[in-house]
């Protein structure tokens, strides 16, 4: 038998029909931005808003290719680029963060050092600083160094941002391995490096999986840093979105409701389907048992 | 027990020896913290202390704590503190609420629940910049809905983001829906992790509602709910996005958070240094902030058991 | 107060859990669920305490129909497997808990938390929180927790089995005397017999959401009505033997084939004139019903020894007949030694005789 009863209630469609309700209504401002993709400009902005309309793609297709309308001609927007950005800048910059978190971790759980806590206390403090007080000064660094609308600076920042968040969570995963499977490889003969490639890695792989996406969430709409520090090739979608809103006729919405809906997608898929272990990346893995 | 690496012998060795291995391990790690994080840290920690400002090309000068005392004397910097405390306020304390109520409610098994609980986590995967804009023009008196919604009750259009109290609550809410999934997360975790048999010996024990609520469930969920307003307080208080984006600090520079105000000093006013200052003490209350955090998080792995 | 289960029945889905239980306990009345695991003992008990809603059948608490009442309404104690000590507070108010629903002054509640206190001997505890109890100190509280208040029966899940061997002994003991002072019914669920067979006034036995018997220990061990509680009741368990009746004389003497080639002549029951010669019956024989010598007995079955187990006082040997195994049980100073050959007699009157349908045969 477990060792504590972790079943909660049972219920039955009609409070699926209640939850799904207030569900809904909590979504409505999301639901709201969706549909205004659909709409043309005027009924975007219609006058009292419109619920029901004839939908068009047009803003969707607008987001990739602009036409203007003085030549008539059909251009590719940048937007597939930015897209195509913020997946590069932000995979690259959590999937590093998290390797090296990993091998961080490892040692922290594995080889504990006299001042592990302090040390670990410290890569935390720096997770819960305002961006505003590194702003200033890795602004001049960038731009000293060149790096300033370079792909690999805002690559090695965001890494930053992750790897105390990579570290904590995994290094919990690695508290909890049992060590006797270790132990039991080492007597076989294993090295170190296979017992942490073949027998740890393997065993925390899922754990792996929801560190990356919770990263992957922060990072995909990261915006203060991306607007100072990227440049025309390297814009990140965020950015693209705030840009576009200063344009001569005032924002359109539609296009902007275009793009948010385009770009959540990929994010909400991938929540989607690692539900269970967020619950665990919120609470630092002290939920445990 | 063989360690074939070691055995090869030479730098490999050195380096991979076991003593060492940790610290190999870490490097990487530290190595890019340092750079980016740490390094700037202290750059900026230095410049608060001379006169540097990014627009001119004088020499700095050093000031002492000048720019300090500059900074905790200006009374503008006291009042975009008080905003920013009441923001952070009015959101974490409705966060908490909404979160609270959302997690009850799922803290059951029905049918579909993986889907509904996406439709109530999809506000915390909008980038702050969507919902400033969306719910900017949500708050428009001419074509937002909720002027729209609210015009079948008033007659007027509803001007919300016009008055100081007005943009404050415009803010408030858009933070607070953004991030009550989170609350209900972290609450939801505590209430799904309380045995079922306390509650069957409650049953038994004939105890009220509220007592079973209060002893039983209540500890499970204390410090998830202390680590959820610590959390949200710090994440607040850093907010800019949607101030900047809803309201611009205004009207009239009433809804300016401390965040906001960093902003301009450093790069519209270009007084570089105070702002250095000015970001050091609020770093220094997040530290404190942090210490309490830290401390719930550990009474926590230990309190039940 | 009594209680009394009517053809209660429990299904999950498709799955019966419990079937059309019949049960009357008497008061104070100590009355063990007994069986393997999964046999429905603990979704009986929950069904008295009201945990689970019964989905046939009724349940009668002192003569009232509580069958659709939820447990807040049937004023039962229970003592979970798992304590379910309210870990937030400290032992005392963990004691005091269940008094609040009936509105008792506090100096009334101290009074009794008290003299529970002293019962149990829970003085030196008092103050501290579940989590600073050892297993033996939390089982007391919980017991304590469910006898201080005044309710229709009690109810105990397995208490004892997370105890180790020597705080079950002193529990065993301390838990009887504690349930004979008070004078209300009691079920108690357990997959120990042990524990059933020194608690309980009677045991019912249960298998796969059925009660195969109900009786008092000694005749649970002594007259089993089935091939199931034979081989379930008793340690080492029942050596349990095919055979066919050969011949049956009118005294009960009679003579077995077992397979293999051997025949036994044993004295059982007289009714085994009922059957007639070539019926195939299973013969129980508890190990220390065997009686052994190193030369021929009459009747008797050759075996030879393939294992010798020392247990103290006694001795436990395997032995092989053919493809039959028999477990034996006698004094430590009988010379046994793995290779020898041996032979076995069942000892009169105490071969139980099992028809094929795993009924006994007996005498009423």
């Known amino acids: 038998m477990a060792r504590k009863h972790r079943e909660i209630g049972k219920a039955g469609w009609g409070y699926t029909a209640v939850t799904t309700f207030v569900g809904f209504i909590y979504f409505f401002p999301v639901f709201w931005i969706i549909l205004t993709a659909f ?14 309309f004839t939908p068009t793609l047009d803003n969707f297709t607008s987001v990739f290719y602009r036409t203007s309308i003085s030549t008539g001609n059909s251009q590719a927007t940048d937007m597939g680029l930015y897209f195509f950005n913020s997946i590069f800048i932000a995979g690259t910059s959590v999937g590093l963060a998290l390797i090296v978190g990993t091998l961080a971790a490892y040692a ?33 660094m960038f731009r000293l160094s060149g790096l300033a609308g370079s792909y690999w600076g805002i690559i090695l920042l965001y890494t930053a941002f992750n790897i105390p968040f990579s570290v904590w969570l995994v290094k919990s995963f690695f508290d909890e391995l049992n060590p006797e499977i270790e132990d039991a490889a080492r007597i076989d003969g294993s090295t170190e490096g296979r017992v942490f490639f073949r027998f740890c890695i393997p065993q925390i792989l899922a754990g792996l999986a929801a560190t990356f996406v919770f990263g992957l969430i922060l990072t995909w709409n990261e915006f203060l840093f991306a607007l100072l520090l990227t440049g025309v090739e390297t814009r990140t979608v965020p950015v693209a979105m ?20 385009l770009f959540l997608i990929p994010i909400f898929f991938v929540t989607f389907l690692l539900q269970n272990q967020l619950l665990r990346g919120v609470t630092f893995g002290t939920v445990k048992k | 027990m063989a360690d074939t690496a070691s055995q090869r012998g030479g730098f490999a060795a050195w380096l991979l020896d076991p003593k060492r291995r940790g610290a190999l391990l870490v490097t990487p790690a530290i190595t890019i913290l340092f750079f980016m994080n740490i390094f700037p840290l202290l750059w900026s920690f230095g410049l608060s202390f001379f006169n540097y400002k990014a627009s001119s090309l004088k020499v700095p000068t050093f000031r002492g704590l000048s720019n300090y005392e500059r900074v905790l004397t200006d009374e503008k910097v006291w009042d975009r503190f008080q905003t920013t405390a009441l923001i952070v306020g009015s959101s974490v304390v409705l966060q908490l609420i909404v979160g609270f109520l959302l997690a009850l409610m799922f ?9 509904v609980l996406m439709l109530v986590l999809t506000p915390m995967m909008l980038s702050f910049v969507s919902v400033g804009v969306f719910f900017k023009l949500f708050y428009e008196p001419t074509f937002g809905i909720v002027s729209y919604v609210l015009n079948f009750f008033t007659t007027e259009k509803f001007v919300l983001l016009g008055s100081p109290e007005g943009a404050i609550l415009g803010i408030v809410i858009a933070d607070a829906w953004m991030w009550s999934p989170f609350v209900m997360l972290l609450v939801l975790a505590g209430l799904v992790s309380v045995p079922k048999y306390l509650y069957e010996a409650a049953e038994i024990d004939r105890a009220s509602k509220w007592r079973t609520f209060w002893t039983i469930t209540f500890p499970y969920i204390k410090s998830l709910l202390l680590l959820a307003v610590l959390f949200r307080t710090i994440e607040t208080f850093k907010l800019f996005d949607i101030v900047y984006i809803i309201t611009d600090g205004g009207p009239g520079g009433m809804t300016e958070t401390i965040a906001v105000y960093l902003y301009r000093t450093a790069f519209q006013f270009f007084k570089t240094s105070q702002s250095s200052a000015l970001a050091y003490i609020v770093l220094f209350i997040v530290i404190v902030l942090t210490n309490l955090y830290l401390y719930a998080v550990n009474r926590r792995a230990e309190e039940i058991d | 107060m009594t209680i009394e289960l009517k053809n209660l029945t429990k299904r999950f889905g498709t799955l019966t859990a419990v079937d059309s239980v019949d049960l009357s306990i008497g008061d104070g009345e100590v009355l063990c669920l007994l069986g393997p695991s999964g046999c429905g003992k603990t979704t009986t008990l929950r069904m008295v305490a009201g945990l689970e809603l019964a989905t046939e059948g009724q349940v009668l608490l002192d003569d009232k129909d509580v069958t659709q009442r939820t447990a807040r309404d049937r004023n039962v104690a229970m003592s979970f497997q798992f304590y379910a000590l309210y870990p937030s507070l400290t032992v005392a108010e963990n004691l005091a808990f269940p008094l609040h629903g009936e509105k008792l002054g506090k100096a009334e509640i101290d009074k009794r938390v008290a003299k529970i206190s002293d019962t149990l001997q829970l003085g030196g505890i008092l103050n501290r929180t579940p989590g600073q109890l050892a297993e033996g100190e939390k089982q007391r509280v919980a017991v304590g927790r469910s006898i201080i208040r005044d309710p229709t029966c009690f109810l105990f899940d397995e208490p004892l089995s997370r105890l180790d061997v020597q705080l079950r002994e002193e529990m065993r003991g301390e838990i009887k005397l504690v349930l004979q002072d008070l004078s209300r019914p009691t079920v108690i669920v357990t997959h120990d017999q042990l524990e059933a067979l020194t608690m309980a006034d009677r045991i019912a036995v249960m298998r796969d959401g059925r009660i195969e018997q109900v009786d008092t220990p000694h005749n649970v061990f002594t007259r089993p009505n089935n091939l199931f509680v034979a081989g379930f009741i008793g340690t080492p368990q029942m050596n349990l033997l095919p055979a066919t009746l050969v011949s049956a004389k009118e005294s009960g003497i009679a003579e077995f084939a077992i397979d293999g080639g051997q025949s036994m002549t044993i004295e059982v029951d007289p009714r085994v004139t009922e059957l007639s010669p070539g019926a195939k019956v299973t013969l129980g024989i508890r190990p220390r ?11 008797g079955l050759s075996t030879v020894i393939d294992m010798v187990e020392p247990m103290g006082a006694e001795t436990l040997a395997h032995l092989s007949a053919g493809k ?25 009157k105490t071969t139980h005789i099992f028809t094929e349908d795993e009924q006994v045969l007996r005498t009423p």
């Open chain 1, 39 to 52: 709409k043309t400009r005027t009924d975007a902005l219609a006058v009292p808003p419109k619920l029901f």
């Open chain 1, 108 to 140: 922290f759980s594995r080889y504990p050092l006299r001042g592990n806590d302090t040390y670990l206390f410290i890569i935390l403090t720096t997770r819960m600083m305002p961006p505003i007080v590194v702003i200033i000064p890795i602004f001049l």
């Open chain 1, 242 to 261: 705030a840009r576009t809103m200063g344009g001569e006729v005032g924002v359109d919405y539609g296009l902007l409701a275009a793009i948010v809906t």
């Open chain 2, 107 to 115: 803290a059951k098994a029905f049918p579909m629940r993986r889907l």
């Open chain 3, 289 to 299: 019903n065997l009686e052994i010598s190193h030369e021929a007995i009459d009747g």
């Open chain 3, 324 to 348: 039959h195994d028999l477990r034996l049980v006698t004094d430590w100073r009988v010379p046994l030694a793995e290779g020898d050959k041996v032979h076995t007699r069942f000892a009169p």
